[in-house]
């Protein structure tokens, strides 16, 4: 890991983790998570389509996110993305995810620095785990995910009204530029 990213690693996880909000915001928001997931299903690849603006991404595009299973039981997170084009600099974070309720494997905690975990909510699902819209206990964060990098836009305007059904404001999203396959 770079010096550079290590320099970063301790504010991402500070931000991540301390995210609070407006408790009135917060109200009007549903982030119920999905209670069950196969996580087999759900490791892997994912590309980054859309997320809120928050500094530790800020500026980077082709964003991806690989999830693989660690023999302490935990998953690895590794975090991919290019600063300001996709023949940027590449900026790596890499961190653990836990289930800490079986019941409820939807709902993840990730840590990207020492013992410091956010929260991690798969709110809704693709019935094949073809995307996934994520967010936390705070409003503050928000990701639409693709096992592709680019989607058909009919979709992608569904995947929308899902997030507006919770509460979000979807003018907020960056969408994220990706590589054409």
């Given at each position: 890991?770079?010096?550079?990213?290590?320099?970063?690693?301790?504010?991402?996880?500070?931000?991540?983790?301390?995210?609070?909000?407006?408790?009135?915001?917060?109200?009007?928001?549903?982030?119920?998570?999905?209670?069950?997931?196969?996580?087999?299903?759900?490791?892997?690849?994912?590309?980054?389509?859309?997320?809120?603006?928050?500094?530790?991404?800020?500026?980077?595009?082709?964003?991806?996110?690989?999830?693989?299973?660690?023999?302490?039981?935990?998953?690895?997170?590794?975090?991919?993305?290019?600063?300001?084009?996709?023949?940027?600099?590449?900026?790596?974070?890499?961190?653990?995810?836990?289930?800490?309720?079986?019941?409820?494997?939807?709902?993840?905690?990730?840590?990207?620095f020492w013992f410091f975990y956010g929260d991690y909510y798969v709110m809704?699902?693709?019935?094949?785990?073809?995307?996934?819209?994520?967010?936390?206990?705070?409003?503050?964060?928000?990701?639409?995910?693709?096992?592709?990098?680019?989607?058909?836009?009919?979709?992608?305007?569904?995947?929308?009204?899902?997030?507006?059904?919770?509460?979000?404001?979807?003018?907020?999203?960056?969408?994220?530029?990706?590589?054409?396959?």
């Open positions: 890991m770079s010096r550079k990213t290590l320099k970063f690693l301790p504010i991402i996880a500070l931000l991540f983790t301390l995210g609070c909000s407006n408790s009135n915001a917060q109200d009007m928001i549903n982030t119920d998570n999905i209670k069950k997931i196969e996580l087999e299903k759900y490791l892997g690849t994912w590309y980054e389509l859309a997320r809120y603006d928050h500094s530790f991404e800020r500026g980077l595009v082709g964003v991806t996110a690989n999830y693989s299973m660690r023999d302490d039981g935990k998953i690895k997170v590794l975090n991919k993305g290019f600063k300001n084009t996709l023949d940027g600099e590449l900026s790596e974070a890499v961190g653990k995810a836990k289930i800490p309720d079986l019941n409820q494997t939807g709902k993840l905690k990730v840590s990207f809704e699902l693709g019935e094949n785990y073809e995307w996934a819209i994520i967010g936390s206990s705070s409003p503050k964060y928000l990701w639409i995910l693709s096992r592709t990098p680019q989607i058909d836009a009919d979709l992608y305007e569904e995947l929308l009204q899902k997030i507006r059904a919770r509460g979000y404001d979807t003018q907020k999203l960056i969408k994220v530029d990706q590589p054409e396959k």
